[in-house]
């Protein structure tokens, strides 16, 4: 090795030690119980900084066309980042969607994202929303520009991302890290299951529970409430939309009217319910599947035979439901708004 | 720590690198019409249907580079994705560096993005989104897009519009091309776009814009045009 290679490899090894002090690592805690997730972290390993940005990238309208509609905008964290009080979200010009937007939680155990599971990874989904005419109405290559434009993100790129400037890579990481944080763990159901002091279900709520493990858990699987599949629930298909749900993606007839099966984490607050928030109270959703299953060919398998709850039991599943509500997660802090 | 045992092991790797002398390999994807290199955007005659057709861009990645004698792998780049954009000269140049005594008699890549990569979220250079070869709305890369207008497209303002992609079974669109090629410092590939053209009708064919069986014809076809003379 001559003197000049050596002294390079000094050089380079002194670089590597700051930029291994320059982001502040921060580990993803998985809960307790709970399945190794789906997202892969060694390609995009967490960091505060990252986080940060991601957080204000998230709320921040600059990433739609004119600067009025953010990610917050259809994903309110109080509602657990759904569109509250509309059946089908509103996006740029008060343009109107034709589905309800999704919660955001959990998201680092999910396999596909979007209603039909159009978008195979949690990095590459903001970019639907902000090319759709109808949400942000902008331009991807577009948003990085203006980015690239602002010193507040070409400072806050800098600390989070080293030197190496503002890309649309750099902006899809650190958005997903900011959702990868948007863990839901700490519901009564979750404090009972931990066996937490002096937690414990009602008699009603018990009553619910073992009504829901016997008729709703076959695809609202615990812990995440869901299974991620996608399934025709006996929804009537509304005409005014004509949304044939996952057959858009696949283009396979065996997959007309199937959705994703959305988790229940929080449902107390997600209202309303369904792909195209058809359904305003639970007590709707309950009856649906007690008495308005529409069967047609491609409807789920376990939805086949009805599920028949009488009233108190109805009340008694409503009230299990109930428990699943995280006011911890709903009301913490480091998902808010940034204000600094 | 993790990034310093990397940082040394590949500084040892690029000194043994220099060491195991390679020369440069350069390769050029020259656009032409009838076997006469075009400047895109361009407007060329058809000769089949007497009119012209206006070129206005095309874009292709090209993945996966590999140098291959008989049958087998001599040399492969690694992380090999390159977006070919007809209107950057620089993309069209590929600069490969290959070790010096190596024997090989045809260049192999695939025409488009691997599944794996489609499926491992988001990615740099000129794998970025921002790049306009990304489908938003269905994830995935666009492995080749072809776009123009010609007088028999019944299309708004007669555009054509190919956007070819897909990844995923059944309809996956990503292609292997072989070409035949006789070692040297630079090599010249033309993309013979009259031969596409030769192969469809536009008057049906102007808009695929999803995956499918008729992305999947269409880039069996652009597979072809590629040559070397």
Redesign the interface.
């Given at each position: 090795?001559t003197p000049s290679?050596t002294k390079?490899?000094i050089c380079?090894?002194l670089?590597?030690?700051v930029?291994?002090f320059a982001t502040i690592d921060i580990p993803f805690t998985k809960p307790e119980g709970w399945p190794e997730p789906t997202y892969?972290f060694s390609?995009?390993p967490m960091a505060a900084e990252k986080v940060e940005l991601g957080r204000q990238l998230f709320y921040d309208p600059i990433l739609s066309r004119d600067s009025t509609i953010s990610c917050s905008s259809c994903h309110l964290q109080y509602t657990a980042f759904t569109h509250v009080d509309h059946d089908l979200s509103h996006g740029i010009d008060g343009r109107i969607g034709t589905r309800n937007s999704p919660t955001l939680m959990n998201l680092a155990w999910s396999p596909s994202f979007m209603w039909d599971g159009?978008?195979?990874?949690?990095?590459?989904q903001a970019?639907?929303p902000?090319?759709?005419a109808d949400e942000m109405g902008e331009d991807?290559?577009n948003v990085?520009h203006k980015l690239q434009q602002s010193d507040k993100y070409v400072s806050l790129f800098e600390q989070a991302f080293d030197d190496s400037g503002i890309?649309?890579?750099?902006?899809?990481?650190a958005l997903?890290q900011f959702e990868l944080t948007l863990i839901s763990a700490n519901s009564k159901y979750d404090q009972v299951l931990r066996k937490e002091k002096d937690i414990a279900f009602t008699e009603q709520e018990a009553k619910g529970y073992s009504i829901f493990k016997t008729h709703c858990a076959a695809c609202h699987q615990e812990p995440l409430f869901t299974n991620h599949q996608f399934k025709n629930n006996g929804l009537p298909v509304d005409t005014t939309l004509n949304d044939w749900g996952r057959m858009f993606?696949t283009?396979n007839p065996a997959d007309s009217l199937k959705f994703k099966v959305p988790t229940l984490r929080n449902l107390e607050f997600s209202y309303p319910y369904m792909h195209d928030g058809r359904f305003k109270r639970i007590a709707q959703v309950v009856r649906h599947y007690t008495s308005g299953i529409q069967s047609g060919p491609t409807l789920a398998p376990v939805l086949k035979k009805p599920i028949e709850l009488n009233k108190e039991e109805q009340i008694d599943l409503t009230a299990f439901l109930l428990t699943l509500t995280d006011k911890e997660f709903l009301f913490n802090p480091a998902h808010s708004f940034p204000r600094r | 720590m993790k990034k310093l045992v990397l940082l040394f092991i590949y500084l040892i790797c690029s000194q043994l690198s220099i060491n195991a002398q390679n020369k440069p390999l350069t390769i050029n994807f020259v656009p032409s019409w009838a076997g006469q290199p075009i400047d895109i955007p361009s407007s060329q005659f058809d000769e089949k249907n007497k009119d012209s057709i206006q070129i206005e861009s095309l874009r292709y990645y090209l993945s996966n580079i590999q140098l291959v004698k008989k049958n087998k792998v001599v040399w492969s780049e690694q992380n090999s994705y390159h977006l070919i954009d007809s209107e950057s000269a620089d993309s069209q140049i590929l600069k490969l560096a290959i070790p010096k005594k190596i024997k090989y008699t045809t260049l192999r890549f695939q025409l488009g993005i691997d599944s794996t990569t489609n499926v491992s979220g988001a990615m740099g250079g000129d794998l970025d989104p921002t790049k306009g070869m990304f489908w938003s709305w269905n994830t995935g890369y666009i492995n080749f897009k072809l776009e123009g207008s010609n007088q028999r497209c019944p299309t708004r303002k007669n555009q054509y519009q190919f956007h070819l992609g897909g990844y995923a079974y059944p309809n996956a669109s990503i292609q292997q091309v072989e070409l035949k090629v006789v070692p040297s410092a630079d090599m010249v590939v033309g993309v013979n776009l009259d031969q596409f053209f030769d192969q469809i009708n536009l008057q049906e064919q102007n808009s695929t814009m999803t995956p499918g069986p008729e992305t999947q014809h269409l880039i069996q076809i652009a597979k072809e045009i590629f040559n070397v003379k």
């Open positions: 090795m290679s390079w490899m380079g090894l670089l590597a030690m930029l291994s892969d390609k995009n159009a978008v195979n990874h949690l990095d590459m970019l639907a902000i090319n759709h991807f290559a990085i890309t649309g890579e750099y902006f899809l990481k997903s993606v283009k | -």
